[in-house]
């Protein structure tokens, strides 16, 4: 018979130098904080019992984020606030999270469920902004781009994964706030969508050999408004 | 000259985006400690990358050591991967250092783990690197000083020029022996030179410089050791000895990595030592004796452990942890301790019998993956000559248990190249194999979806120091290949057996280097001035290099790594000790060659190895064992 399990929904950043940890060992790492924690986290069952936790989309290699989720399934309803307390004093500071709330059991995967993105990326100051949004224009007139992932050759629908775009500028840099939508084939990976465009405005070379970015934001995409993660959390839990 | 000490993060930061695996070089990891004031710096460094060196126990003991030290601090460095490597020397950014990214040349006392033989290279590199000289000679009066110490150190002269010091044994009280006499001396302004005399006197301390070879009638020719005229070095440096392990940290590795490593669980020394006696283990002779640590505190540092480092899988870890007389009382205290918070117990080697076997299905749970065990040989006489204590009954009932309890996959580890081998012995290596693969089919049945399958695996041997068989030749690349094609020849038709044998030409590296004395040093020199570095990787090895450098040293690999040593002669390793009396060593060739097997120590009576009179200490065994 299966107990009745109660998912509490973290909000937590990826920063600093924890930006380089892949997502493989982002979802060790915060596992193992979670274990430091003393939870009452579910186990599956099977030979290899793991802790039952939901992360939201994996973020490239190097990309921070201030909005990062994941979903741990526990078997005791504890106090939302104290759950969170006892996590963060067991989290790397750069993992640190910030929110904690209850949500319904039965929504879907966050990673799924979570396919909004906003992005901030810094792309140096040698890069002209008309150039840029030219070049960003010709890409969407293209449809799509291929870039090497690893070895491996990737293709992006531009069409469907590119939502919006604004340049601005900061502290002497040209700045990027984008907005991707991340479909059922993929998501598209901002970098690879600037030098994309960078290559079509004729300006590769002046773009910086690392581009900073950050996730900003994340939200559920519902019949074209946007749903925050916790929009649908339960009231506020005290035992 | 010494290196500014500074945080200098942001010069490697930048090459981050660029590298594999960019979590190498981020430190913060949980339980590092980040509190590094000094005044006084050491770095512990592992020189391969960070997934190889993190979990080694040693460097964790001695980290921790030091650390607890009031006035010393202790950090760590490995080697970056060859992609970061070729970015820093294109940039000319030192290696730093983790903790506080500080270039290892501003450290006063780097330590250098020496792990296995093929890593020597990865240390000259990993000086280089650093901007540190690579000859202790050539060092500045106030550069770092350079210690070592670890598992290759038992034949440490080709390296001998490159130490300042060198640490022989267990290393909890030497290693802050060492450095506090450093530090004081350091502060009392005396000399490089007076530093390292001071260092001599430390028992366990070996100071090459204050040494010289001496090759002669008696000696092979690489020479043996004496210390130089006029110094007061002793004639045989012998190792350090931890009496209790109760009285040592049960769980040294608390620092929890954010990338997969080798090793990547919580570790528990439950036991340090092996008298089993086998006679090419020179893990056996160098930790002896046999120290078990007690169950409540195995218990105790365990569950203490686990909550703080957050670890789903805790490894019991020491040369033979089904020896430990409380093991199957420890298994079941653990099983209680860890059963429903989804938190795995592995063993790291198996007895060779039931008892192993019901062992590993303790730990195992509900898990069954692979089950390994070492006959090492294939036939009864060479495995008494070896002095593996299993017989034929043994490997069959173990593997019948393994079976029956619900094992469906069997891996079977052996050696090439053992003396008095013979192409019968060669033969019968499958014919167990064979055996044990007929058992599982009798227990599970025949069919294919019974999955029962048998993986056998043969290494070659290198003769290292202080085992009976140190003045054995290792087998010449020829016969080895022969006898390869030998065991696939022999092998049934049957795809249920799979063989795999290990690259000879590493090997052959790694058996040269354990025969050579100081002349070593212009071989491995000569090999990292030519690009050989990791040569532990099968991706980065390359023999042609090897080759070459030996060519253009003088030397040939071949003849160095195949020569047997005379019986009598005085060998180059003699003046740094485990304690293992020569004429023990003698006595057990002598029984090799007549197949005579000796008994285990913590089973029977003395076999009369000779470490615990020498270092005062004895055998600690918490119960009876059976």
Request: charged share 25%; with cysteine; net charge negative.
């Amino acid at each position: 018979m299966n107990a009745r399990l109660h998912r509490l929904r973290f909000e937590y950043p990826k920063s600093d130098r924890l930006a380089f940890l892949g997502h493989l060992e982002l979802i060790t790492t915060i596992g193992r904080s979670i274990r430091r924690a003393g939870l009452p986290f579910a186990v599956s069952s099977g030979f290899a019992r793991r802790m039952k936790v939901q992360f939201s989309s994996a973020l490239p290699v190097g990309v921070s984020s201030r909005a990062e989720y994941f979903d741990l399934f526990l078997t005791e309803r504890l106090d939302a606030d104290e759950v969170l307390e006892r996590l963060i004093a067991c989290s790397p500071a750069a993992l640190s999270p910030r929110i904690a709330r209850y949500v319904d059991e039965s929504l879907p995967a966050l990673e799924a469920w979570l396919d909004r993105s906003s992005w901030i990326l810094d792309l140096g100051s040698s890069i002209d902004a008309s150039a840029f949004d030219e070049g960003v224009a010709r890409l969407r007139v293209q449809g799509a781009f291929s870039y090497m992932r690893g070895t491996m050759p990737k293709t992006v629908d531009v069409g469907e994964s590119y939502v919006s775009h604004r340049l601005f500028e900061k502290h002497g840099s040209l700045m990027l706030a984008l907005e991707t939508l991340s479909l059922p084939s993929g998501a598209m990976r901002p970098e690879a969508f600037v030098r994309a465009c960078a290559e079509l405005s004729e300006t590769p070379d002046a773009l910086p050999a690392y581009l900073r970015c950050a996730r900003t934001a994340q939200h559920h995409l519902d019949d074209g408004n946007l749903v925050e993660p916790f929009e649908l959390s339960l009231p506020k839990l005290v035992d | 000259m010494r290196a500014e000490r500074k945080d200098c993060f942001h010069l490697i930061e930048p090459l981050l985006p660029l590298v594999e695996k960019p979590a190498r070089y981020l430190d913060h990891e949980w339980g590092a400690c980040e509190d590094q004031d000094g005044p006084f710096h050491v770095c512990m460094i592992y020189a391969d990358v960070y997934e190889i060196g993190q979990p080694n126990l040693g460097v964790a003991i001695l980290y921790n050591e030091l650390n607890s030290c009031a006035g010393i601090s202790c950090e760590r460095a490995y080697l970056p991967w060859t992609d970061m490597i070729a970015h820093m020397r294109e940039r000319s950014i030192p290696l730093l250092s983790l903790e506080s990214a500080s270039p290892l040349a501003s450290f006063d006392v780097l330590g250098f783990t020496l792990a296995h033989e093929l890593i020597m290279t990865n240390v000259l590199e990993t000086l280089d690197l650093a901007g540190i000289a690579q000859r202790a000679c050539d060092r500045d009066e106030d550069d770092p000083l350079v210690i070592a110490g670890g598992p290759s150190a038992w034949n440490v002269e080709p390296m001998a020029v490159v130490f300042d010091a060198v640490l022989l044994g267990d290393g909890e009280t030497s290693i802050k022996d060492v450095c506090t006499r450093i530090r004081d001396l350091r502060a009392a302004g005396a000399s490089r030179a007076a530093i390292l005399r001071a260092l001599a006197e430390i028992p366990c301390v070996y100071v090459p410089s204050l040494y010289e070879q001496v090759v002669d009638e008696t000696s092979t020719r690489w020479g043996y050791v004496v210390p130089c005229a006029g110094e007061h070095a002793p004639r045989v440096v012998y190792k350090r000895c931890e009496a209790d392990l109760a009285d040592t940290e049960p769980i040294a590795q608390r620092i929890v990595p954010y990338l997969e490593t080798v090793q990547d669980r919580l570790s528990i020394e439950v036991l340090r030592g092996c008298a089993r006696g086998c006679r090419f283990c020179q893990a056996g002779m160098t930790y002896r004796p046999v120290r078990e640590r007690p169950l409540e505190q195995i218990v105790d540092a365990t569950s203490q452990a686990l909550a703080a480092c957050g670890y789903d899988e805790v490894s019991l870890s020491s040369l033979s942890t089904t020896d430990h007389s409380q093991c199957q009382a420890l298994l079941g205290e653990l099983s209680r301790l860890t059963g429903d918070r989804g938190i795995r117990v592995s063993l790291p080697s198996q007895r060779l019998d039931a008892f192993g076997v019901d062992m590993a299905a303790a730990a195992a749970g509900g898990r069954r993956s692979a089950l390994t065990f070492a006959p090492e040989a294939g036939s009864q006489r060479l495995r008494d000559v070896i002095n593996k204590n299993v017989t034929q009954d043994d490997l069959e009932r173990a593997a019948r248990n393994a079976f029956q309890n619900g094992w469906r996959k069997v891996k079977l580890y052996y050696m090439m190249g053992l003396p008095t081998e013979t192409d019968d012995d060669i033969r019968a290596i499958v014919d167990t194999a064979a055996r044990v693969l007929e058992i599982g089919r009798e227990v599970v049945g025949r069919g294919r979806k019974s999955g029962v399958s048998v993986s056998i695996s043969v290494a070659v041997l290198v003769p290292k120091a202080y085992t009976a068989f140190q003045w054995c030749g290792q087998l010449p690349l020829d016969e080895v290949r022969r006898r390869q094609a030998l065991l696939l020849e022999s092998a049934p038709k049957d795809r249920d057996i799979r063989i795999s044998y290990h690259d000879a030409r590493a090997s052959l590296i790694e058996g040269a280097l354990s025969k050579m004395g100081r002349d070593g040093f212009a071989l491995i020199h000569e090999a990292w001035a030519r690009g050989c570095r990791f040569d532990a990787w099968t991706s980065e090895f390359s023999f042609e290099t090897w080759l070459d450098a030996a060519e253009a040293a003088g030397f040939d690999l071949e003849e160095i790594a195949c020569e047997e040593f005379p019986l009598d002669a005085r060998l180059p390793w003699e003046h740094t000790s485990p304690a293992v009396s020569k004429g023990y060593l003698q006595r057990e060739w002598r029984r090799a060659l007549a197949g005579i097997t000796t008994e285990d120590c913590t089973f029977a009576s003395c076999t009369g190895c000779g470490v615990c009179p020498t270092l005062g200490v004895s055998n600690v065994i918490q119960e009876a064992r059976s």
